[in-house]
């Protein structure tokens, strides 16, 4: 048992949290600590170009607003005027 706690790294050997109450857990397996790989599928992008898409239409969207909420006044005095 001591040969074994003298081959494990420094942030193993130091009990922190929950693993100092309980010292008779064993060392997790190299499977659970091995990280995941990582998802690039084809859905992932397709819901991002959405999400863009959606974006990029509500800033449309609002432009249109300012634009006539900007030119209504304008056109007034340009009718007066003509």
Do not use: C, Y
């Given at each position: ?31 659970s600590?091995?990280p ?11 819901v ?35």
């Amino acid at each position: 048992m001591a040969t074994q706690m003298a081959n494990r790294r420094e942030s193993d050997r130091v009990p922190m949290g929950v693993e100092s109450a309980m010292p008779w857990v064993p060392v997790p397996s190299s499977a659970s600590v091995r990280p995941r790989k990582a998802r690039s599928g084809i859905l992932g992008k397709l819901v991002v170009a959405l999400l863009v898409l959606i974006l990029l239409f509500g800033v449309w969207q609002i432009g249109k607003k300012l634009h006539a909420q900007a030119n209504a006044p304008l056109a007034q005095t340009v009718d007066k005027k003509g």
